[in-house]
């Protein structure tokens, strides 16, 4: 099946006028009637015992309708949230230590957050108001925040039944291979390198509304989740223990989610339960602080990373441990980070004839920990690329040239690399000269001189990247013929803002030959799209486009039939091209647009093929995940006096395979890039040793404002599109994240290449800058 | 947030008498600090005393030596003055720097100086330029408004009317934003008056202050050079997240050197 022009072109974002008009509808843009309001006491301590509760002041308090404890949700004989990560087993056979996440703190609080209580109320002031009447006895426990102090004999626990703190080990890769490897190395090089732990920050907090139906016995719950479909039947079947029909999901308009919104939590849950107690609806949207003490949050990993590599640069043998952490609980898939999502991408686009990787991951008092944007492919690449430039630097090798000489060839491919990761396509040599090229290099001396006249410290790094995207592997697209002949094309997975009402009916209307226009988006309603695999790992495009290809192709070999009834003709004679179903040589032909008008009215038809005859639901699912890869590079520029940074140039170049809306893909690199810059520069959750989360609020957790992100030149490579879906694409909404922080960082060792940064750290803040060029 | 009650009186007068009524009230001028405290429910006052229709609070007028300034003028309003930026453009800088536009809309000179939030920028700009607050009991020298940390001179009841800046011969303002906050890790403010030159500092202790040792040595020379061997002492500075005192102590240095680097180049243009 061919695609139309209009596949490939930048189309505005149909969505984009309704979000900058105020007329995007959001969960809290949702009122439903005589709906009450749930607020919850979250724990102060960040590690205690709860000893007694006593709600009886909040219970009496004014507009109070109903209070929940940990001991009350017990007795409901609700179950945990589950954790659903693959990666379960430790290495030597033993299943992951996976302690119970109830909805609410039983008998002890373990994270500064945790909800102890909910109250609901006749208006949201009342149900705060009570919340702050319940009185808890807490009796304070030690604290451990830091996952490495926390695997320490003698650190506190926080599971009685889970020794060291430890919830699971993890290798991948040939440890004996790569430590003949490292045997015949002529240099090892090793760096402790960190990746700070950061807070996901949508723009829109979560929120929710609960709803039940006394008549049907259904639950309806609207939620601002990027994953329904997993989401409730964690919530249905796990937790509330009733059928996953009982529960209706639905996700309206989402303002961001970045992985924060992709797992379960508590509080939906919790509203489900008293909009069931009380048959009423009940309403939550969490505000900032709420937020930032119990989003889950990424990153958050320490790594020993050593190199091993030739005489003359030929990298040998990578070996990567690494301690993550996973907070209080396992969240969702919370363990899968730190282990195989870091691991998979280790090694880059190099050629590495060995890798071994080996995890801990660790339970410390702190907010749990999920995916965010890139979800272990960040880490993975930082670790690389800082390893390969402090490399260069100690053995004094031409950064660009020691990272050429590696570069996996694409003669070579496809290949499995030591990882198993299997690469169909790309071309990163020549990926990496374009970039080179886009970077003017041989202007750099000038800049640099300029720079250095007005005082500053001027740096460059180019850095390859390479990810693997697709998440979950099954996606759902359907398409409906409706009265008024416009169609319905509804996708499973779900936009957080990522443009899917654009992208996914211009794709449909490339395959089909229709208007934009004549296309009705629809998604995140779990009664009207069957499954989905929700919005993670770069998946939207890629599988959910992909489905829409599946649906497209059915409804053309369905509409072939129809038009050969119509033109009264052998069904083999017809072609299909440009939106016309014809035969060849002759005038005989009928329009896509034409079949939807005809079939939607037509009384004939309906007899002859059944009402809805167009109407097509599809699958698809793909194997393997698709390798996403790219070259950055940046110029910044140093202030030595304050240790200020200024990233002055940066470059992309970018192999997702086709692009299907460039516009939209500048955008996801653009808000990856920057995400990436706010890792490196600035963003950082910081816990204090009692546990009390630093970082509460956007007076003091920094994100990136316009003015600290510079232009971003971006450059797609589309030579190589993917065989491993019917699109050719690569998934492109993480790529930016991955690709960013270790070149800025290089970048910004490069302008300090003078001075002593072994002790530097994520994020370079001004003040550690300024410490290393005065050497305090 | 938990329910008040709400005034929007039109005069001086009237806002002063509804506070004294009030047995828990409070003024809410462009509630940029107020209102997040509300939300936070980390103040609970029973009557909120809106000064926004109070046309005696708002403007900006040019006087032979001074400007004045309304206490509910806002810094968007300040920023775009042209009275402001002809006569002391460092200000107009210093309110066009503040926050971010939807703070700058609704945040007022006179709420700033209330509240005296170690951090922020204006009253670095009252007391570096020696200006004075007018109440509606009394005028207050800017040496002696500033009293501690979120502590002023002014009375329970008391009410800032306008500021009156003297317009110096030259003045300029700096400072190292906070990447988070936007708030002045350390911001100074350097103003120039017929030989007597006054140094603020921002950010830096629990309260904005005076550098006398820079005024001094700029008074003698007023010139980057006249900064480049004094070590700042750090014992009485803030350490938190973002800054630590040592820091902090460069900061003040650089800072004030960058305040004349802006004056030289204002002088160019």
Redesign the interface.
């Known amino acids: 099946m061919k695609a139309l022009g209009s596949i490939g072109k930048s189309i505005k974002r149909s969505e984009d006028k309704r979000f900058l008009t105020g007329q995007g509808k959001y969960v809290d843009d949702i009122n439903l009637p005589n709906q009450v309001y749930a607020a919850f006491l979250r724990s102060p301590y960040a590690h205690a015992i709860i000893n007694r509760i006593d709600t009886s002041g909040a219970l009496g308090s004014p507009g109070v309708s109903l209070v929940v404890t940990g001991t009350d949700w017990l007795k409901e004989n609700y179950g945990p949230l589950p954790c659903t990560s693959r990666i379960n087993t430790f290495v030597g056979g033993e299943k992951m230590k996976v302690p119970p996440r109830h909805c609410l703190a039983i008998d002890r609080v373990r994270f500064v957050g945790e909800i102890v209580a909910m109250v609901v109320a006749e208006t949201k ?1 009342s149900a ?2 009570a919340v ?1 009447l319940i009185e808890v006895d807490y009796e304070e426990l030690e604290v451990v925040t830091d996952p490495e102090e926390a695997l320490k004999p003698g650190a506190p626990q926080i599971w009685d039944d889970i020794p060291n703190n430890l919830c699971l080990d993890f290798e991948l890769g040939d440890r004996i291979k790569t430590a003949a490897a490292f045997d015949s190395a002529h240099y090892i090089i090793s760096r402790k390198i960190k990746n700070n732990r950061v807070a996901g920050v949508p723009i829109e907090p979560r929120g929710a509304i609960a709803n039940y139906d006394d008549d049907t016995k259904r639950l309806t719950l609207f939620n601002s989740s990027q994953n329904i479909h997993e989401n409730r039947d964690a919530y249905a079947i796990d937790v509330l223990k009733i059928e996953k029909e009982k529960l209706h999901h639905v996700a309206p308009d989402i303002g961001g989610g970045f992985g924060v919104k992709n797992g379960t939590y508590p509080e939906p849950p919790l509203i489900l339960h008293a909009a069931k107690k009380l048959c009423r609806p009940v309403k939550w949207v969490a ?1 900032r ?1 709420e937020s930032f003490l119990s989003d889950t949050q990424g990153r958050g990993q320490v790594s020993t990373v050593s190199l091993a590599l030739t005489k003359e640069g030929k990298f040998l043998g990578l070996r990567v441990e690494t301690v993550g952490n996973l907070g209080a609980y396992c969240g969702t898939i919370g363990p899968f980070t730190p282990t195989a999502g870091t691991a998979r991408t280790q090694g880059g686009p190099y050629g590495f004839a060995s890798i071994y990787y080996y995890a801990k991951v660790v339970f410390t008092n702190t907010a749990i920990m999920a995916p965010y944007r890139g979800a272990g492919r960040p880490e993975a690449a930082f670790q690389l690329e800082r390893i390969i430039e402090e490399t260069a630097r100690e053995l004094d090798f031409d950064p660009i040239e020691l990272r050429k000489k590696n570069l996996i060839q694409a003669k070579t491919l496809p290949l499995r690399t030591a990882m198993g990761l299997d690469i169909d396509s790309g071309n990163f040599v020549e990926v990496f000269d374009q970039a080179l090229s886009l970077t003017d290099r041989t202007g750099f001396s000038a800049r640099a001189s300029a720079a250095t006249r007005r005082g500053k410290l001027y740096g460059f790094a180019i850095a390859p990247y390479l990810e693997c995207t697709g998440g979950g592997s099954k996606e759902f697209a359907g398409i409906t013929v409706r009265d008024d002949n416009k169609i319905e094309l509804s996708v499973g997975s779900h936009s957080t803002g990522t443009g899917h009402e654009t992208s996914f009916a211009q794709l449909l209307s490339g395959y089909l030959g229709i208007g934009v226009d004549s296309i009705v988006f629809f998604q995140g309603d779990t009664d009207r799209t069957p499954f989905g695999g929700g919005h993670g790992g770069s998946r939207g495009m890629e599988v959910g486009g992909s489905a829409v290809y599946e649906a497209a192709s059915t409804f053309i070999k369905k509409g072939r039939l129809l038009a050969a009834y119509i033109l009264g003709v052998e069904n083999s004679r017809l072609q299909f091209s440009n939106g016309v179903f014809f035969v060849s040589g002759t005038d005989k032909s009928v329009t896509s647009e034409d079949l939807i008008a005809q079939s939607a009215g037509s009384e004939v038809i309906n007899g002859e093929f059944g009402y809805g005859y167009l109407n097509v639901s599809a699958t698809f699912e793909r194997e393997i995940m698709s390798i996403p890869n790219g070259c950055h590079a940046c110029e910044v520029e140093v202030d030595p ?2 240790g ?1 940074i200024n990233i002055v140039n940066y470059w992309a170049v970018d192999d997702f395979g086709t692009i299907v809306n460039g516009m939209l893909t500048d955008g996801q690199v653009m808000g990856a890039v920057a995400q990436g810059i706010g890792q490196a ?2 963003e950082e959750s ?1 816990y204090a040793d009692s546990g009390q989360l ?2 509460g609020s ?6 990136p ?1 316009a003015f ?1 992100v510079p232009n971003i030149r971006i450059q797609y490579y589309e030579e190589a599109p993917t065989k491993k879906n019917p699109l050719g694409v690569k998934g492109a909404g993480e790529a930016g994240c991955v690709a960013a922080p270790h070149v800025v960082f290089n970048a910004i060792a490069d302008a300090l290449r003078n001075f002593n940064i072994e002790s530097l750290d994520m994020p370079l ?3 550690k800058i ?2 290393t060029i ?1 050497r ?1 | ?3 008040f009650s709400f005034q929007k009186p039109t005069s001086i007068t009237d806002a002063v008498t509804a506070l004294s009524k009030s047995e828990d009230g409070l003024f809410l001028a462009g509630g940029q600090t107020l209102i997040p405290v509300l ?3 980390l103040a609970m006052p029973c009557d909120i005393i809106d000064l926004g229709d109070i046309n005696d609070l708002k403007g900006i007028v040019a006087k032979k030596h001074s400007v004045l300034i309304g206490a509910t003028t806002t810094h968007s309003e300040v920023e775009a003055s042209p009275v402001v930026r002809e006569h002391i453009p460092a200000l107009a800088e210093l309110a066009g720097h503040i926050g ?1 536009p939807h703070v700058r809309n609704l945040g007022t000179l006179g709420g700033s100086l209330a509240n005296n939030d170690p951090s922020a920028d204006y009253p670095a700009a009252v007391l570096g330029l020696g200006a004075t607050i007018h109440t509606n009991q009394r005028s207050i020298s800017s040496d002696e408004f500033f009293v501690g940390l979120f502590q002023t001179a002014l009375d329970p009841g008391e009410m800032i009317v306008r500021v009156e800046f003297p317009i110096p011969e030259k003045s300029g303002y700096a400072k ?1 934003p ?4 936007r ?1 002045a890790i350390v911001g100074v403010f350097v103003s120039s008056f017929s030989g007597s030159v006054r140094v603020s500092v921002t950010g830096a202790e629990s309260c904005v202050f005076r550098q006398v040792s820079f005024e001094e040595a700029l008074a003698e020379h007023f010139a980057i050079d006249a900064l480049t061997d004094f070590a700042v002492p750090s014992d009485r500075f803030n350490s938190d ?4 005192a ?2 902090r102590a ?2 003040v240095r ?1 800072m004030a050197c960058r305040a004349i680097i802006m004056i030289d180049e204002e002088k160019k243009q």
């Open positions: 002031p705060l108001h702050e505000d602080s006096e304050t200020g520069l600035m910081v630093m970082t956007l007076i003091d957790y920094a994100l404002r600290d803040t001004s003040e300024w410490r005065h305090r | 947030m938990i329910n939300k936070q429910r971010d190292f906070n990447p988070a906050s708030y997240l973002h800054a630590s040592e820091y460069q900061l650089v």
